[in-house]
């Protein structure tokens, strides 16, 4: 009977033994083996992706015009629209937490707010190449 308790107080303590190691096991992704591989792999998968894209802008008959158009109405709604409004909601939300509204500088950084033109490769025109590109 002694040698039954032994052998079972030993076999729990075995348990225990293994209950620990199981739990200091690390299975994060950021420890696994293969994850600097598959960075590589995905990077690799990202570059494909830029390339098929650039491929595809490069093979429409007009697609300077729609992206530069797309660019433009983009632009366009932002300065005009979008900031404005969001200015307004700022400004109104700090007059109803009894804050002191900020008018004039937000609508000194809008004004002075400034869209640059650009090459297809992100480039920056000059003053001069603007007006003979532009006009």
């Known amino acids: 009977m002694v040698q039954l308790l032994q052998e079972s107080k030993r076999f729990l303590c075995n348990i225990k033994q293994l209950r620990s190691q ?23 998968r990202e570059e494909k992706m830029r390339i098929e894209i ?16 797309v660019l433009i109405t983009q632009s ?6 979008v900031l404005p ?13 009894f ?13 002075r707010e400034m869209h640059v033109k650009c090459t297809y490769n992100g480039v920056q025109l000059s003053k001069t190449e603007q007006q003979t590109v532009f006009r």
């Not at 804050?99 to 004004?111: A, I, K």
């Open 85 to 97: 409004s969001l200015i307004i909601v700022k400004n109104i939300t700090r007059m109803l937490l």
């Open 22 to 44: 199981r739990r200091k096991t690390i299975t994060w992704e950021l420890f696994q083996a293969n994850k600097k591989i598959e960075k590589k792999d995905e990077a690799k």
């Open 76 to 81: 366009i709604l932002r300065k005009y629209i």
């Open 99 to 111: 804050q002191f509204p900020d008018w004039s500088e937000d609508l000194t950084d809008w004004n």
């Open 54 to 69: 650039a491929e595809t802008w490069d093979s429409l008959l007009l697609a300077q015009v729609i992206r530069g158009s």
